[in-house]
């Protein structure tokens, strides 16, 4: 929405502000003109905030503990931006990602929370439900873009609560059924020790927590043995 989608005039009848198509946008040197502008720009920066405050109320309410008193910490990637976040994952001991550390970038659009956020990781990982290729178009899904089941039938009831417990879970089950790769789905199903060998093998590679891995985007994730 921009300026000349407004109309604001100063006339017989006062202050009007609706919508108006036809309106050219204002000249800045006239003093009415001006106000037109600065009360224009005043309604649409009230509109982004609103959009965008619920991230930020989700975010102060995240990063005062651990979710759940899981290994989940929340952050910004800047401090001046709340629409992107940093996310350190420490998974179950007992897990087969046990001794990892992981990091997820969370992306909020400008309409947030109608649209979904972008949700992927940051540090490779050997899972069934994040995919392992980088995008060769720009409408397909990210490197390390994550399928489960909030963010595939978003809603904007969901909080970012919901959606990283989500993902936490992954760290002790997988769903094959919307698996990246028939292949992968197959190994998961049918060769369970092979698969899990791999995942201990590809998180002491990428991911240990006694070399932990940097907060640094790669466009190359190498799972093969």
């Not at 992107?84 to 309409?111: A, C, M, Q």
């Not at 609560?161 to 879970?169: A, F, K, T």
């Not at 698969?195 to 070399?211: L, P």
């Amino acid at each position: 929405m921009g300026i000349g989608d407004w109309g604001l005039g100063i006339g017989d009848w006062g202050l009007g502000i609706g919508p108006n198509p036809q309106s050219p946008i204002p000249n800045p040197q006239s003093p009415c003109n001006l106000l037109a502008i600065i009360i224009n720009l005043l309604f649409i920066n009230k509109i982004f905030l609103k959009m965008s405050k619920r991230n930020v109320e989700e975010f102060k309410e995240l990063s005062r503990e651990l979710i759940s008193n899981c290994g989940v910490t929340v952050g910004l990637v800047n401090e001046e931006n709340y629409d992107d976040w940093k996310v350190t994952l420490v998974p179950p001991r007992d897990s087969s990602y046990g001794k990892g550390l992981f990091f997820l970038n969370i992306h909020f659009p400008e309409d947030y929370p109608k649209s979904r956020p972008e949700v992927y990781f940051i540090t490779p990982i050997y899972h069934v439900n994040v995919n392992p290729i980088a995008p060769k178009t720009k409408d397909s899904e990210p490197l390390g873009h994550v399928c489960i089941s909030t963010l595939n039938w978003w809603k904007p009831e969901y909080k970012m609560r919901e959606v990283l417990l989500n993902i936490y879970s992954l760290f002790y089950m997988a769903n094959p059924d919307s698996a990246y790769g028939v292949d992968r789905a197959k190994e998961y199903n049918d060769e369970r020790a092979t698969y899990e060998e791999k995942v201990k093998y590809f998180t002491k590679k990428y991911a240990s927590i006694k070399n932990p891995p940097k907060y640094d985007r790669t466009e190359n994730w190498d799972f093969n043995l």
